[in-house]
């Protein structure tokens, strides 16, 4: 069978026997080992020469765990995101926030039309309660690539919080994040760089998780700074889909 669909994919007769490894406890070494060479191959590939300014956060969940995960994270009491919504995934960002009514009147386009720098420049200025900025790197909805490196000097220039869902974008089309100082990348296994549903990740600069560790917690199992936390010693703080795991590295 051939998927033709942004995800899933067909993967690989390697990456497909990488499930029949052996079973481990994800509390032991063996585990705490494999976690660690995935979190830096994400760094090699994602932020090449910045790894040491970013932390890779893995979860088990879809694509949209760690979209929330980065959205319900990075707000502090009494602040708001914008979203940048010009289709299905914009959407899907908008309902997270309004869910917690975190958010301001969202900066809307036509599916076909990208989101204009100039005008988030002038939303921002009208809107000093927003702290972030979110948007969807590639919105699968028509195919359309937004301006990522355009809107991230935006919101850097003006001393806010780039959240990017790059959950179809990360592995197949191009992005500096490092170099255009975006805060926050969600991205999945189960796109682009080939790998099986069910694990997903954050990939989150070092400066800002230390201002984010005083920030309301509005999910458990999805706030940021248990996992970072953990993963630092080389665990998780909950279950994960350890095979998945394998097949990921």
């Known amino acids: ?15 497909r026997q990488a499930l029949l490894r052996p079973d481990i406890c994800h509390r032991e070494s063996e585990f705490s080992d494999l976690l660690g060479r995935i979190q830096q191959k994400l760094l090699t590939a994602f ?7 970013y932390v ?40 997270m926030i309004g869910l917690h009514r975190l958010g301001v009147s969202e900066l809307k386009s036509e ?10 420049r002038l939303a921002l ?15 699968t909805t028509t195919g359309l690539i ?44 189960g796109k682009c760089i080939q790998g ?3 694990v997903s990740f954050v990939l989150l600069r070092k400066g800002f998780l230390e201002r984010m560790r005083g920030y309301p917690k509005r999910s458990w199992y999805l706030h940021l700074t248990h996992y970072v936390d953990n993963q630092g010693k080389g665990i998780v703080p909950f279950t994960p889909a350890v095979q998945l795991y394998y097949a990921f590295e």
């Not at 069978?1 to 007769?13: A, D, F």
């Not at 599916?111 to 988030?120: G, Q, V």
């Open 1 to 15: 069978m051939i998927l033709l669909n942004p995800g899933p994919v067909n993967v690989s007769e390697r990456v």
């Open 47 to 53: 932020v090449p020469g910045a790894e040491s300014d």
């Open 56 to 95: 890779a956060v893995l979860l088990t969940g879809s694509g949209t765990a760690a979209v929330e995960s980065a959205v319900m994270s990075c707000l502090p009491m009494g602040k708001r995101m914008l979203v940048l919504n010009n289709g299905v995934y914009g959407e899907r960002l908008s309902n």
């Open 111 to 120: 599916w076909h039309i990208k989101p204009d720098p100039e005008r988030l």
């Open 125 to 139: 200025r009208q809107h000093p309660e927003v702290h972030a900025v979110s948007m969807v790197h590639h919105e």
């Open 146 to 189: 937004n301006p990522v490196k355009e809107i991230a000097e935006v919101v850097d220039g003006l001393n806010r919080v780039f959240v990017l869902d790059s959950v179809s974008g990360l592995g197949g089309e191009p992005i500096d994040i490092a170099g255009s100082h975006i805060y926050m990348v969600a991205g999945t296994a």
């Open 196 to 198: 099986f549903p069910g």
